[in-house]
């Protein structure tokens, strides 16, 4: 299964199919409810949390774009002004001070060295359980390894830990606020510092 970098003419497509992917992931419900209000804050949100790994060649999609993973560099982070204004906007005022609470959360787990970081990752639901997420993970935690570099997520679906957990990820964590749904912290040394384990 070929991953490639995605093109800034692929940005529809790989947002698409990661608000797709996430239509029943608990924290994007948990945010967004009902149909409307997700399918009009997510694709905002995907392009808030991730959208800066199309400037930074770092975006990667399947040949046939049917599972994308949006991974930022180190020194590059989520536009997190625009994620505060989303929620302002876009989250009911019954759950919004619990997701400004999860965000500040998140920024504790994330390593203070340098390390890639995979704010979203997603597979069309039709094609789920049919490897789009291991080819995805296995292209850019090969770079990880080459670079000797940390790799760092927050699952939102407890469903995928064990697939991050195959990849090498361990939780370092549990990031929940409120009624939220909790959130795994998530954390791969590069195998190549590891090797001798």
């Known amino acids: ?17 990661i608000v797709l992917a ?18 009009a804050a997510m694709p905002l949100f995907t392009e808030a949390f991730g959208g800066r790994a199309f400037q930074s060649d770092s975006a ?3 040949r046939d774009r049917r599972g994308a993973a949006l991974w930022l560099p180190p020194g590059i982070d989520p536009d997190e002004e625009e994620m505060g204004r989303i929620a302002e906007e876009r989250v ?20 203070n060295e340098p390390h890639w970081y995979l704010p979203m990752i997603g ?11 291991s080819a995805l993970l ?12 940390l790799a760092y997520l927050e699952s939102s679906n407890p469903r995928n830990i064990p697939l991050y957990e195959r ?7 549990e990031i929940q606020s409120g009624l939220s749904p909790t959130m795994v ?13």
């Not at 009911?92 to 390593?111: I, K, N, Q, T």
């Open 1 to 17: 299964m070929e991953v490639v970098t995605a093109a800034m003419s692929d940005r529809i497509s790989v947002v698409t199919t």
């Open 92 to 111: 009911s005022g019954s759950v919004r001070d619990d997701v400004y609470r999860l965000m500040e959360r998140m920024a504790h787990f994330h390593p």
């Open 60 to 62: 990667h999609c399947t």
């Open 138 to 149: 296995n292209h850019a935690l090969q770079q990880c390894d080459r670079d000797g570099c």
């Open 167 to 173: 990849h090498g990820f361990r939780v370092i964590g």
């Open 123 to 133: 597979v069309d639901p039709t094609q789920q359980g049919k490897g789009y997420g």
């Open 22 to 39: 996430f239509s029943t992931d608990p924290m994007a419900r948990w945010c967004w409810p009902n149909a409307d209000e997700y399918l």
């Open 185 to 197: 912290a998530m954390l791969r040394v590069p195998r190549s510092a590891t090797a001798s384990d």
